[in-house]
Nanobody, 124 residues
Framework: QVQLVESGGGLVQAGSSLPLSCVAS????????MGWFRQAPGKERAFVAA????????YYADSVKGRFTISRDNGKNTVYLQMNSLKPEDTAVYYC?????????????????WGQGTQVTVSS
């Protein structure tokens, strides 16, 4: 069992940067693959980025590749999402997710644990 708490959302202008954080409870954070997803109003939850347990492998959605960076600090039980060059279409609730195992899934259905989400709004 793991509990996830996101922070860092807010209202920013297009072109700005915004860092998100997700802190996990428990002492087994390093055994979880971590992911970030987002859900815009009226749309399904979509994959944004994921990172391996060791942090050595990362995956990104094409829509954020080159602008967003996922990283983790296993000593702090925290995963980060650095978002740069934000666009209005990045507006969504951003969720942190965790999954045990070695594979790095990009489907929301493969993640067992979720945070409550943090709102990111990008104005034009």
């Amino acid at each position: 069992q793991v509990q996830l708490v996101e922070s860092g959302g807010g209202l920013v202008q297009a072109g700005s940067s915004l860092p998100l954080s997700c802190v996990a409870s428990g002492r087994t954070f390093s055994s979880f693959v971590m992911g970030w997803f987002r859900q815009a109003p009226g749309k399904e939850r979509a994959f944004v980025a994921a990172i391996a347990r060791s942090g050595t492998t990362t995956y990104y959605a094409d829509s954020v590749k080159g602008r967003f960076t996922i990283s983790r600090d296993n000593g702090k039980n925290t995963v980060y999402l650095q978002m740069n060059s934000l666009k209005p279409e990045d507006t969504a609730v951003y969720y942190c997710a965790a999954n045990r195992g070695e594979s790095i899934p990009t489907s929301a259905f493969d993640y067992a644990y979720w945070g409550q989400g943090t709102q990111v709004t990008v104005s034009s």
